[in-house]
């Protein structure tokens, strides 16, 4: 199936403070949601669900059928997978034209957010570990996958900017960084019938963590 541009505008996160419930600045879009309910983390965690999750990501809606078939499943799992996700909001049927009854499938998109670490049950962080070992592992290979697949001639080849670095930075500081990519993404979110010819879904992914405090950085708090 062909990449639907700007057919969906999904977001996960943890933002540093949890502040789930602010507006995305972009007109007409939803508050962020927070996904604090344990049982809605572990259908989302669930390694099949993920794939089939980032499939329609990607590539827009599908049925189960052909989801199947790009994953290596049969189709009573994809169905089944499918309507666990749709149980819980992460993907709904679509309309459009098929043959016979096929029921066709998108990812519903919103910014949707997990509570920030503190916050989280023993329970709900061992859900966490695993979903995030899963989906940054997943993001890897795929970002590998479609780097080796690119041809020499064709245009995206060279498509796949990454960028690590180093800043120091307060937590208001980070939280509000996070903030502003959440702000830069949604900027360039649009509808599809306003995204420009020659379009293409892109991936991104924004990590950021603590390094281990150093003995200045310790003094110095001590010292505020």
């Not at 070992?133 to 780097?147: N, V």
């Amino acid at each position: 199936m062909s990449n639907q541009p700007g057919a969906t505008r999904t977001t996960r996160s943890v933002s540093p403070d949890g502040d789930a419930g602010r507006t995305s600045g972009e007109p007409g879009r939803r508050e962020s949601i927070e996904l604090d309910d344990l049982a809605t983390l572990k259908a989302l965690a669930h390694p099949r669900r993920q794939r089939v999750l980032q499939h329609l990501t990607v590539h827009g809606p599908a049925t189960s059928a052909t989801l199947g078939r790009a994953l290596g499943l049969n189709t009573g799992a994809t169905s089944y997978h499918l309507r666990e996700l749709a149980r819980y909001g992460f993907v709904e049927e679509t309309d459009r034209t098929g043959h016979g009854r096929e029921r066709w499938w998108r990812a519903v998109p919103g910014d949707r957010r997990f509570p920030p670490r503190s916050r989280q049950s023993p329970e709900m962080r061992l859900v966490m570990d695993e979903l995030n070992h899963h989906a940054y592992a997943a993001d890897l290979e795929l970002f590998e996958e479609l780097q080796r697949g690119a041809g020499d001639d064709d245009p995206w080849a060279d498509a796949f900017p990454y960028s690590r670095g180093t800043v120091r930075l307060t937590l208001p500081e980070l939280r509000e960084f996070f903030e502003e990519y959440i702000a830069l993404l949604n900027r360039y979110q649009r509808p599809e019938t306003e995204t420009p010819s020659g379009a293409r879904t892109v991936l991104t992914r924004f990590l950021a963590f603590p390094a281990a405090p150093h003995q200045d950085d310790t003094e110095e708090s001590e010292l505020s």
